[in-house]
């Protein structure tokens, strides 16, 4: 939600949380490399995707991919 209304300081909080609770949810890692994208993060970012595709996800729908120029 405070993704989609882009409040990105609450939202990036509750990734990280989020990311403390579980550090092997791929699916996490690649959407909080989506919001640090959008936050101009972009070395971050790649960082973050990279560490979703290590973790097995490989959603090939989502858009990270292509935005950081790796691929599942």
């Known amino acids: 939600t405070y993704y989609v209304k882009r409040d990105t300081q609450k939202a990036d909080q509750l990734y990280r949380r989020a990311l403390l609770i579980n550090p092997n949810d791929g699916w996490l890692h690649a959407e909080y490399a989506r919001l ?3 936050q ?3 070395d971050r970012a790649k960082q973050e995707a990279q560490l979703a595709k290590k973790l097995g996800y490989n959603d090939r729908n989502n858009e990270i991919w292509g935005r950081v ?3 599942p």
């Open 36 to 38: 640090l994208l959008d």
């Open 69 to 71: 120029g790796i691929w």
């Open 40 to 42: 101009g993060l972009n």
